[in-house]
């Protein structure tokens, strides 16, 4: 089952909106999550809906829980 287009947008914008509130590249915020750079940018642009394990390590590097993450994109 795909997740509405929106959740996948609007998740996308609320981690890029995180990362440039902390002044982070995407490269940095791959290398903290141990995830790709072209990874974190198709989840950025809404092109990617992440796994649950890369929601954690973003949410983690933001220093907050996946949930918090999930509620800052309004889902």
């Known amino acids: 089952m ?4 929106h959740a996948v947008r ?3 914008q ?3 909106t995180l990362r440039l ?3 982070m590249t995407q490269q940095e915020l791959a290398d903290a999550s141990g995830l790709d750079i072209r990874y ?3 989840i950025e642009r809404g092109q ?6 890369a929601m954690q390590g973003i949410a983690s590097v ?3 829980k996946t949930s918090d993450l999930l509620r800052k994109a309004k889902l």
């Open 14 to 16: 609320a981690v890029k």
């Open 62 to 64: 933001f220093g907050m």
């Open 48 to 53: 990617r809906n992440p796994t649950f394990g």
């Open 10 to 12: 609007d998740l996308g």
């Open 21 to 23: 509130q902390r002044d």
């Open 2 to 5: 795909k997740p509405p287009v």
């Open 40 to 42: 974190v940018g198709s």
